[in-house]
T-cell receptor
Framework: DAGVIQSPRHEVTEMGQEVTLRCKPI?????LFWYRQTMMRGLELLIY????????DSGMPEDRFSAKMPNASFSTLKIQPSEPRDSAVYFC?????????????FGDGTRLSIL | SQQGEEDPQALSIQEGENATMNCSYK?????LQWYRQNSGRGLVHLIL?????REKHSGRLRVTLDTSKKSSSLLITASRAADTASYFC????????????FGQGTTLQVKP
């Protein structure tokens, strides 16, 4: 079975540019999570969706960050404009929740470097 | 503040030895999960233990949960070099929201 697929795996861009990260969750999963991982702050939840609806975006650091889930099989995380402090590994995860929340399945992340 | 805090931050052992990692948390939980992360990869779910469970096994993994002490431990028996990774505990936020809060992790090195 295909796992969570993220693209691109690596992104290097200059400050001020728009960055779009993409995620395809596991088919049949109804919840999707975006995380950011850095050495200093560890793994932080940015936003999560349930049945394509954003449930909690309190972790989104600034208005420069936005996330969408137009359908059950695709989500994007956008940073505009990007800044060097946004450099991190961004993970997408999905899970199946039916009353109780199950384990999360992670993609291999997008390593983002903002110069 | 972090919900889950792992201890130790780093652990180095010889192949064949057992590895024990601990996790403490602050508020009541519905479940606690352990994940592994290999270098350059995403997290992989290992085991989930519910608040009404005290111990759970999966292969060479043994997890305990003490809700009175708000702590959990992960034991890996007969470790292998392939177990080298970072291990994270994660707790769900109060209210069964599905939102997991991860600790900073324990980095385990198993020497062949």
């Amino acid at each position: 079975d295909a796992g969570v697929i993220q693209s691109p795996r690596h992104e290097v861009t200059e400050m001020g540019q728009e960055v779009t990260l993409r995620c395809k969750p596991i088919s049949g999963h109804n919840s999707l999570f975006w995380y950011r991982q850095t050495m200093m702050r560890g793994l932080e939840l940015l936003i999560y969706f349930n049945n394509n609806v954003p449930i909690d975006d309190s972790g989104m650091p600034e208005d420069r960050f936005s996330a969408k889930m137009p359908n059950a099989s695709f989500s994007t995380l956008k940073i505009q404009p990007s800044e060097p402090r946004d450099s991190a590994v961004y993970f997408c995860a999905s899970s199946l929740s039916e009353g109780l929340w199950g384990p999360q399945h992670f993609g291999d992340g997008t390593r983002l470097s903002i110069l | 503040s972090q919900q889950g805090e792992e201890d130790p931050q780093a652990l180095s052992i010889q192949e064949g030895e057992n590895a024990t990692m601990n996790c403490s948390y602050k508020t009541s939980i519905n479940n606690l999960q352990w994940y592994r992360q290999n270098s350059g990869r995403g997290l992989v779910h290992l085991i989930l233990i519910r608040s009404n469970e005290r111990e759970k096994h999966s292969g060479r993994l043994r997890v305990t949960l003490d809700t009175s002490k708000k702590s959990s431990s992960l034991l890996i028996t007969a470790s292998r070099a392939a177990d080298t990774a970072s291990y994270f505990c994660a707790t769900d936020a109060a209210g069964n929201t599905g939102k997991l809060i991860f600790g900073q992790g324990t980095t385990l090195q198993v020497k062949p």
